[in-house]
């Protein structure tokens, strides 16, 4: 059973920074490719930067370029989201995710607030 579970999210100040965790199991995680996605208020949810099963490649939304950087512990099964210098239009639920055979698999989300 493919289980992604977020946290980290929270509170922060325009300009601060924040790390979100994604844990993943029931998969072969060092196999997979891994996104994160967001969901604002009144939003589509959208891509806000993937990263290759070896972590060698990474792809980021142009909204989130130079502001936040992707990673992945392969031995923890984790991937990771550094946002740096967030602003408040930032402010979204963030969600883990992995495509698996096509089929789409979605943690519950962790809501980020960037708010002074």
């Known amino acids: 059973q493919v289980q992604l579970a977020e946290s980290g999210g929270g509170l922060v100040q325009p300009g601060g920074s924040l790390r979100l965790s994604c844990a993943a199991s029931g998969f072969t995680f060092n196999w997979s490719r891994m996104n994160w996605y967001r969901q604002a208020p009144g939003k589509e949810r959208e891509l806000v930067a993937g990263?290759?099963?070896?972590?060698?490649?990474?792809n980021y939304a142009d909204s989130m370029k130079g502001r936040s950087t992707i990673s992945r512990d392969n031995a923890k099964n984790t991937v990771y989201l550094q946002m740096n210098s967030p602003k408040p239009e930032d402010t979204a639920v963030y969600y883990c995710?992995?495509?698996?055979?096509?089929?789409?698999?979605w943690g519950k989300g962790t809501l980020v607030t960037v708010s002074s």
């Open positions: 995710n992995v495509n698996l055979g096509e089929v789409n698999y």
């Open positions: 990263i290759s099963s070896t972590g060698g490649s990474t």
